[in-house]
């Protein structure tokens, strides 16, 4: 039996309360503006235009004032001209009448010049209205930027958990499905964290309710009048995904997804411990049910939660292989902190029955969806890169432009890593390599789920600040605290398993 002892109780409860504090600090404390340069300059840029409209009132005004004095001049001249001429009436009337006609014209072109002068500063005024509503609507989206920083970082974190849970439960399933005997040694402890899925998802319950309330904008899509035509915020490309993307259906696919994920591995626990009290196979066929219902549900489920929650943040953009390319991220996330887990246990003398073919076969799993994961990421970047298309293509342009170090690190951590540590037979066999790649692996992933959400929701204002770690250690709190207790509760191999004495004798 596993023993939880009182130093991983402590370590347990210490992440999650430094988690909680860290949780509250970042929600509380207003993000920093980490770009502020871009700011100024565009400010310049509109403060350089409006000077510009004011060059241009005032020349115009000098202009008027120079034609207001030729008209006085002309007017200095006509008198003189007509003392001059006072004796010769006949020339002295022929000169009043010509100046009279150069004065109207001169009056004439003077409220031409007024007129020119008027609708120039009406333009002059529309375009500072015009440039005031770009400063207004650019400082608003900026404020939602900076707001979602902390409800992103905790979705990070929450994804990246989620994936450890589901994708554990997704390949305890297909051990069930594919009838395989060699898992039969670790699937108490796939049990054991399959049920802490329930956390992730209550914690991305959260995050659908809020958001639907209005309470952050990770997804612009959720904004009021996005979808109404009136509005001026108004977007017929999102609206024209209003069936699909809308309040009631994204909250019941959401509530769908938790129950049904949450309900498998519940009933899967409740056979195999009853398995173990009553013997014979029904409880491994009835199993074996589930897990191939599973198998289709999450097949498709696996897509639409990706296109869901992360896909629909960049609401304008879409790639038809992004579900499975999330698919593939969580699931060598959760093979990577599964093989953390079975080097512990072994390395503590908790599984004896367990060898170093069986983690050999573990560390395979990881580094093959590391290689899946990289030809899933390479496909999807190559395609949108040939075909050159503007909406798909701003997709990889924000990231090679705001976040170019943390991508480019995120997918040598997630493919080269493992390519130079693991690719050989003897290195899958050494606990401490095995340890050391899985933990690169588990870091670059959460970068990858960091990467994928927080261009979409907060921008250039991101960062690595107390929400992003306070999340993280909530998070790994609860699940050690989860996981090691269901590891207490029960024996850690299902001596009833038809398959039990093949897990016992495998080997390669």
């Given amino acids: 039996m596993f023993q939880f002892t009182s130093k991983a109780k402590i370590l347990a409860y210490a992440l999650i309360v430094l988690g909680a504090i860290s949780l509250v600090i970042g929600f509380t404390s207003v993000p920093g503006d980490h770009h502020e340069g871009g700011h100024d300059t565009e400010e310049q840029h509109h403060d350089g235009a409006h000077e510009e409209h004011g060059d241009d009132h005032a020349a115009t005004t000098h202009e008027g004032g120079e034609l207001f004095a030729m008209n006085d001049q002309n007017a200095v001249d006509q008198h003189e001209s007509e003392e001059m001429h006072a004796e010769d009436d006949a020339h002295a009337d022929e000169a009043t009448e010509e100046h ?4 109207h014209a001169e009056e004439h072109h003077a409220e031409d010049a007024h007129d020119d002068h ?14 005031g509503d770009h400063d207004a609507a650019h400082a608003e989206h900026a404020r939602h930027q900076q707001e979602n920083r902390p409800w992103s970082a905790f979705m990070v974190n929450t994804i990246f958990f989620l994936a450890i849970g589901l994708g554990t439960v997704f390949f305890l ?3 069930y499905v594919a009838r395989a005997g060699w898992t039969v040694g670790i699937n108490r402890v796939m049990e054991a964290v399959g049920l802490f899925v329930i956390v992730p998802l209550i914690g991305m319950l959260i995050l659908v309710f809020t958001g639907v309330a209005d309470q952050h904008h990770i997804w612009h899509w959720m904004q009021d009048g996005i979808m109404d035509p009136a509005s001026k915020h108004y977007d017929a490309i999102i609206a024209g995904k209003e069936a699909y993307l809308n309040d009631t259906f994204f909250i019941i696919r959401a509530v769908v997804y938790a129950a049904v994920w949450y309900g498998v591995i519940v009933l ?14 029904a409880r491994y066929y009835k199993i074996f049910k589930i897990a191939a219902f599973f198998a289709v549900f999450y097949a498709v489920t696996s897509s639409t939660s990706a296109w869901d929650w992360i896909m629909s943040i960049d609401t304008h953009w879409f790639s038809t292989l992004f579900g499975w390319y999330t698919f593939a991220g969580m699931f060598v996330t959760a093979l990577a902190a599964l093989n953390l887990l079975v080097v512990f246990l072994r390395y ?4 004896p029955w367990l060898n170093e073919n069986h983690q050999h076969d573990l560390a395979k799993f990881m580094f093959a969806f590391s290689i899946f994961w990289t030809y899933l990421w390479f496909s999807q970047y190559m395609l949108i890169w040939y075909s050159n298309i503007p909406e798909e293509v701003t997709y990889y342009m924000q990231r090679f432009d705001q976040y170019n170090t943390l991508f480019l690190t995120m997918v040598a951590m ?7 540590l693991v690719m050989s037979r003897d290195s899958k066999r050494v606990m401490g390599l095995v ?7 588990l870091v670059g992933h959460w970068l990858d789920h960091y990467v994928m959400i927080m261009p979409g929701s907060v921008g250039e204002y991101y960062g690595f600040g107390w929400a992003e770690v306070g999340g993280f250690l909530f998070y790994a709190g609860l699940y050690i605290l989860i996981v090691f207790r269901n590891l207490s509760k029960a024996p850690l191999l299902q001596k009833n398993h038809p398959m039990v004495t093949e897990s016992k004798h495998f080997s390669l």
Avoid: C
Avoid at 100 to 103: G, L, Q, V
Avoid at 271 to 280: A, M, P, R
Avoid at 414 to 420: D, E, K, M, R, S
């Fill in 435 to 441: 340890t050391f790649t899985a933990t690169i692996v």
């Fill in 118 to 131: 008027a609708e120039h500063a009406a333009a002059a005024h529309g375009d500072h209205v015009e440039h």
């Fill in 100 to 103: 009279a006609e150069e004065m």
């Fill in 173 to 175: 399933m297909i051990q």
């Fill in 348 to 351: 503590n003398g908790y599984t």
């Fill in 268 to 281: 899967v626990r409740r056979h195999s411990l009853k398995e173990d009290q009553e013997g014979g196979t």
């Fill in 414 to 420: 997630n493919f080269i890593a493992p390519v130079l």
